[in-house]
C-alpha cells in the first residue's frame, strides 16, 4: 500500500490555474503508474489524467486536454496536476490515485491507494 496526500484544491475564478500535488509514501512510489481523478456530486468519479511510472506516457480526459499537465517527480515521490484556464464544469474533488501497474491505465479498478480528496471550486 502507499499512502497519498493531496494539496493545493481551492476557490478560483474561471479562466485562472491551480496546481495539484500529491505526495507519496509506503510502497515504491516509482514503480507505478499515477492518476488523478475527480467527482462531482451525483456524478461518477472520472479519470482526468495519469502517467506512466517514469513519465512518458501520459492520458488525458477529453474535455481537459490543452488545459491540465500532469507530471512527477521520482525523487520527491510525488505527482502533480497543473489545471489551466479552468471552467466552472472543473468545479469538483480531486484525487490522486497509485495504479498497481506501470503503465497508464484508464481502469478504476487498477488504482488500489487513493489520497482523500481537494476541493476544487471553480466559479463564473
Known amino acids: 500500500q502507499v499512502q497519498l496526500v493531496e494539496s493545493g484544491g481551492g476557490l478560483v475564478q474561471a479562466g485562472g490555474s491551480l496546481r495539484l500535488s500529491c505526495a507519496a509514501s509506503?510502497?515504491?512510489?516509482?514503480?507505478?503508474?499515477m492518476g488523478w481523478f475527480r467527482q462531482s456530486p451525483g456524478k461518477e468519479r472520472d479519470l482526468v489524467a495519469a502517467?506512466?511510472?517514469?513519465?512518458?506516457?501520459?492520458y488525458y480526459l477529453d474535455s481537459v486536454k490543452g488545459r491540465f499537465t500532469i507530471s512527477r517527480d521520482n525523487e520527491k515521490n510525488t505527482v502533480s496536476l497543473q489545471m489551466n484556464s479552468l471552467k466552472p464544469e472543473d468545479t469538483a474533488v480531486y484525487y490522486c490515485?497509485?495504479?498497481?501497474?506501470?503503465?497508464?491505465?484508464?481502469?478504476?479498478?487498477?488504482?488500489?491507494?487513493w489520497g482523500q480528496g481537494t476541493q476544487v471550486t471553480v466559479s463564473s
Open positions: 509506503g510502497r515504491a512510489f516509482s514503480n507505478y503508474a
Open positions: 502517467i506512466s511510472w517514469r513519465g512518458g506516457t501520459t
Open positions: 490515485a497509485a495504479a498497481i501497474t506501470p503503465t497508464v491505465t484508464r481502469r478504476t479498478a487498477d488504482f488500489a491507494s
